[in-house]
């Protein structure tokens, strides 16, 4: 059975950081790329920042570039998401997905596996 557990959201004030994590279980991890999604409140879900098996290659939406980082441990299992300059537009639930491929793609329906989710919250 597949699982992924994000963790480290919170409530952050706008300029902050955070730094999300993703931990898989029950998949060969270091077979996928992974990929970060969010949604805020009343609107569709959106494509944050993506990074292949190897990761060696990224992708990040326009609106988080320079300001957020993609990362993963192969040998633990997780991805992970710095966050920095916080604004409170990036506020929203984010979730970590699997993508069968073996670079991330931007569209959800590219992966097929789902972690919770995590508030993040900015406040201005």
């Known amino acids: 059975q597949v699982q992924l557990v994000e963790s480290g959201g919170g409530l952050v004030q706008a300029g902050g950081s955070l730094r999300l994590s993703c931990t898989a279980a029950?998949?060969?991890?270091?077979?996928?790329?992974m990929g970060w999604f969010r949604q805020a409140p009343g609107k569709e879900r959106e494509f944050v920042a993506g990074?292949?098996?190897?990761?060696?290659?990224?992708r990040y939406a326009d609106s988080v570039k320079g300001r957020f980082a993609i990362s993963r441990d192969n040998a633990k299992n997780t991805v992970y998401l710095q966050m920095a300059r916080l604004k409170p537009e990036d506020t929203g639930v984010y979730s970590c997905?699997?993508?069968?491929?073996?670079?991330?793609?931007?569209?959800?329906?590219?992966?097929?596996?789902w972690g919770q989710g995590a508030q993040v919250t900015v406040s201005s």
């Open positions: 990074i292949s098996l190897s990761g060696r290659t990224t």
């Open positions: 029950g998949l060969m991890f270091s077979t996928y790329s």
């Open positions: 997905a699997r993508d069968r491929a073996s670079v991330p793609g931007v569209r959800p329906v590219e992966y097929d596996y």
